[in-house]
């Protein structure tokens, strides 16, 4: 249960990054030397990296598992 925790507050993680570059973007139009757009960017990365990590780690685990029903079919 608290690896499907994880994966949610990642994923909301890098809902909010994506949210606040575009902020950035929009506030700092007129300011090129600005990088918060470049920061938090790179931190959605860094964030989506783990997310997929988590991920990974839960099927690898056995924690997570396929139910849909067409997986057993392909």
């Known amino acids: 249960?608290?690896?499907?925790?994880i994966i949610v507050l990642l994923f909301v993680a890098v809902l909010a990054s994506l949210t606040s570059a575009l902020v950035f973007l929009?506030?700092?139009?007129?300011?090129?030397?600005?990088?918060?757009?470049?920061?938090?960017?790179?931190?959605?990365?860094?964030?989506?990296?783990?997310?997929?990590?988590?991920?990974?780690?839960?099927?690898?685990s056995g924690i997570l598992s396929n139910t849909a029903p067409w997986a057993k079919k392909y």
């Open 26 to 60: 929009l506030r700092d139009m007129g300011a090129p030397e600005s990088k918060r757009t470049l920061y938090a960017l790179g931190i959605r990365i860094t964030l989506a990296a783990l997310l997929l990590l988590a991920i990974w780690y839960g099927f690898y």
């Open 1 to 5: 249960m608290w690896l499907k925790a």
